[in-house]
């Protein structure tokens, strides 16, 4: 018999991502995407057992950490679901743990519930807040290094190319970023998207650059471009790649043109404004 089930949205990469300073923390902010969830659903049972649909999500035995440091209780069988692929750089790990963590009953503040993930799998997203785009996050410490302005609203479509790659937290080669941080602040403030979609397309370039010998072969380069892309958003430690546009300016034909170019489970979703987290904000 099922008991309950709740549904955690992910993430599409990180609008930026990188070191703060040549010895600062690795910190980001990242792209909300209600189209990529992760559903956990309890079955009632002795003891607790984890379970995915096509692909491992979570070992029990992290299950249970993340409750004895929330200090909940789960019992059954645990069924997970998510519509990203694990390592893809959509936030399938942490989006796991905070629908674990809801699906016990977690009603806590949610900082709380980053230092359980951080404790369970050294890094986390911040997917346990609401709004999360507007936190500079430090994602090996979970901890929010500044409060940042709304964005406007635009639209993004993507997908994911070459090989998942599952983030390391003991990973900090990243580009220095922290000269792009006050010009984020500006352009979202002045929610000028045209600046902010370049400064999201330096961060990624940054990145590539500094991590993936053949990122100049990456495919996200051309298509921009080719699409009348405003710029470019990429999941700094995984596979996501997307284009960003103005509200409604995504041209037709382009889901076909991301699949020829190799980009898998291709999603088109809305970002930015005011209001729920997910939607036209």
């Known amino acids: 018999m099922m008991l309950q089930g709740v549904r955690v949205a992910g993430h599409f990469g990180e609008l930026l991502q990188g070191r703060l300073g040549a010895n600062g923390p690795v910190a980001l902010v990242t792209l909300p995407c209600a189209a990529l969830t992760v559903t956990a659903r309890g079955y009632a049972g002795v003891g607790l057992s984890v379970h995915g649909a096509g692909q491992r999500l979570l070992v029990p035995a992290r299950a249970q950490k993340l409750l004895d440091l929330l200090g909940l209780r789960l019992q059954g069988r645990l069924v997970l679901r998510a519509t990203m692929p694990a390592g893809g750089g959509a936030g399938a790990s942490t989006a796991t743990l ?15 519930l980053a230092q359980a993930c951080i404790a369970v799998e050294g890094a986390s997203d911040p997917l346990m807040f609401a709004v999360a785009e507007t936190r500079l996050w430090a994602s090996r410490l979970g ?8 964005l406007p609203a635009f639209e993004v479509i993507g997908g994911f190319y070459g ?14 970023i922290a000269d792009l941080i006050p010009a984020w602040s500006a352009a979202a403030e002045a929610r000028n998207l045209p600046a902010l979609a370049d400064i999201a397309s330096t961060s990624a370039r940054r990145c590539l650059q500094l991590r993936d010998q053949t990122a100049v072969q990456d495919p996200i380069w051309s298509l921009a471009p ?3 892309a405003l710029g470019c958003v990429i999941a700094h430690t995984g596979a996501a790649r997307g284009l960003i546009f103005a509200p409604g300016q995504v041209p037709a034909g382009a ?16 970002a930015g404004g005011v209001g729920s987290a997910g939607g036209w904000r």
């Open 143 to 150: 901890e929010t290094v500044a409060h940042l302005p709304a």
């Open 98 to 112: 905070v629908a674990v963590a809801k699906l016990a009953g977690w009603q806590g503040p949610p900082d709380l």
């Open 163 to 176: 090989p998942m790659k599952r983030t390391d937290p003991a990973d900090d080669n990243f580009a220095d």
């Open 226 to 228: 080719q699409l009348g």
């Open 255 to 270: 889901r076909q043109r991301l699949q020829q170019a190799g980009l898998r489970c291709v999603v088109q979703f809305r």
